[in-house]
């Protein structure tokens, strides 16, 4: 069942990616797969509606369940990545307050790799922040905040 779900899901995010502009090849290369497989999800073939539908459930969840979830199943963070970004609708912007140590805690946390330390503070690209607040769980000193974004 998992393997079902993971097609699901990287059907999901061929799709979102394709509609972005991307070649077959570049979406094969992003999620792991062959050309062929992209060929096939693109025009609908060799994917049961079940793992679409079990697919599009997991992407509605709250970011962090999503998240976990998709990186559960896929046990690759580039992958994970990929298909959190691909399929996830909502945006968020997040910002790191001064009381910021720069410990780097949430720097391991993260499983977006969206966190880096810039002088010695947390610096966030918003481009890969999924919300999932993991990081901000995480931080001692509480210095990160991320709330969601109209588009």
Request: charged share 25%.
């Amino acid at each position: 069942m998992p393997k079902h779900i993971i097609s699901g899901l990287r059907y999901l995010a061929a799709i979102n990616l394709t509609k972005q502009g991307h070649t077959q090849k570049e979406v094969a290369n992003k999620l792991g797969i062959n050309r062929s497989t992209v060929s096939h999800y693109l025009n609908g073939r060799n994917l049961s509606i079940k793992s679409i539908e079990v697919a599009k459930v997991i992407t509605e969840l709250c970011p962090r369940d999503f998240l976990l979830l998709t990186y559960a199943l896929l046990q690759d963070t580039n992958k994970t990545r990929t298909i959190i970004k691909a399929c996830q609708k909502r945006k968020f912007k997040a910002s790191v307050k001064n009381s910021c140590i720069g410990c780097g805690i949430c720097i391991d946390s993260c499983l977006m790799k969206a966190i880096k330390l810039n002088e010695l503070k947390a610096e966030i690209n918003p481009k890969w922040c999924c919300g999932c607040l993991i990081c901000v769980e995480m931080c001692p000193t509480n210095s990160i905040e991320i709330e969601e974004v109209e588009d």
